[in-house]
């Protein structure tokens, strides 16, 4: 059921608008403008009324999608009825910090503070927090720990991030975004070194960056052999650098600056490269194509300005982060 929506209007002669909600008026009252507005309900009908005339209702029950426009003495109003937040969110105030600091998981009906003890109530149900050792099990569901930072020194400045390090008793995963690229560093990746989580930034799978190491040109198909259908022989107008291609590199032809995948290369001779066609397709005479490597294994980090970390930790025990640091260095390219 839908409990907000939001309004859009636009005044035409300056009208007061009287919402009113289950035949109670005076509810809700605002003087239509330009600026759109969001008001809480319940799943309700609401009558609308212009200088005490009803202009029109709308009901807000299964919370409906859809525009409606109500014209009534030179009055227009656009009312939009949108999808609420169906994730709602508790967050707690510090005082000593004055602000608002942390979000939770849980989302009571109702929460009180008795004897210096936490209580809330769920669907009914009394529950008293911070009793067993089971960390971020609220209500019987399961949740992770996310803290999320940003890395901005010398903002002006474009870099190459390097690596991770995290001063916790856990690893931890990150999903890692700059305003240039995005990266993975899974649980997997961290090595505990000193009581340091340390990982290198590598980039996601299966993406593919023309000025990356991993990525070469080959050169421009002169002909292809297919000698059984998922195997395409195909020999090039040149020589290729061998030592820049290897077994399991992923083949690719460039058409108008778009790159289309072939296959993964099986084998390869001074002018040919056999591929495995089964989830690609054969390329054509004057293609010219390139060898992609495995993204991840080149792990020179992440160029941006900013590089923003998600950090998340699904660890049912007690975990401390201290501090989280990365090595990064102007980039020049």
């Known amino acids: 059921m839908c409990d907000c929506i939001k309004i859009t209007y636009v005044d035409l002669n ?6 009113e909600v289950n035949n109670v008026s005076n509810q809700f009252s605002f003087t239509v403008s330009s600026t759109p507005i969001v008001i809480l309900i319940q799943g309700v009908v609401w009558a609308l009324r212009a200088n005490n005339v009803q202009i029109g209702e709308i009901s807000t029950a299964n919370c409906p999608l859809g525009q409606f426009d109500l014209i009534q003495n030179g009055l227009f109003l656009s009312f939009i009825v949108e999808e609420c937040d ?7 105030f510090s005082n000593t910090s004055q602000g608002w600091n942390s979000f939770w998981s849980f989302d009571p009906d109702w929460m009180t503070e008795l004897n210096n003890v936490f209580y809330t109530m769920k669907d009914g149900d009394l529950w008293r927090h ?12 399961q949740y992770s720990s996310r803290i999320k930072t940003i890395f901005n020194a010398s903002p002006l400045d474009n870099k190459v991030f390097k690596n991770l390090s995290i001063n916790s008793n856990d690893a931890w995963a990150a999903s890692i975004e700059t305003n240039l690229q995005t990266a993975d560093t899974p649980y997997t990746y961290f090595i505990e070194k000193e009581g340091f989580w340390f990982a290198y930034i590598r980039r996601q799978d299966n993406t593919i960056s023309v000025k990356s190491l991993s990525t070469q040109g080959v050169g421009e198909v002169l002909s292809v052999y297919l000698p059984v259908p998922t195997i395409a022989v195909i020999t090039f107008q040149t020589n290729i650098d061998k030592s820049s291609i290897s077994a399991g590199d992923k083949l690719y ?22 591929i495995n066609i089964t ?7 004057g293609d010219f194509l390139i060898a992609v490597k495995n993204s991840q294994v080149e792990s020179y980090g992440v160029r941006g300005a900013y590089m923003s970390v998600d950090l998340e930790n699904d660890s049912t025990d007690e975990v401390e982060l201290f501090s989280l640091s990365s090595t990064a260095f102007k980039s020049f390219q």
């Open 14 to 19: 300056n009208t007061e608008v009287t919402l």
């Open 86 to 92: 169906e994730n709602p969110r508790t967050v707690t």
């Open 130 to 141: 911070n009793t067993n050792s089971t960390r971020n099990n609220f209500y019987g569901v």
């Open 279 to 285: 989830f690609g397709s054969s390329p054509s005479p």
């Open 253 to 274: 032809k460039n058409s108008s600056g778009s790159l289309f995948f072939l296959g993964d290369i099986v084998s390869y001779t001074e002018n040919t490269i056999s």
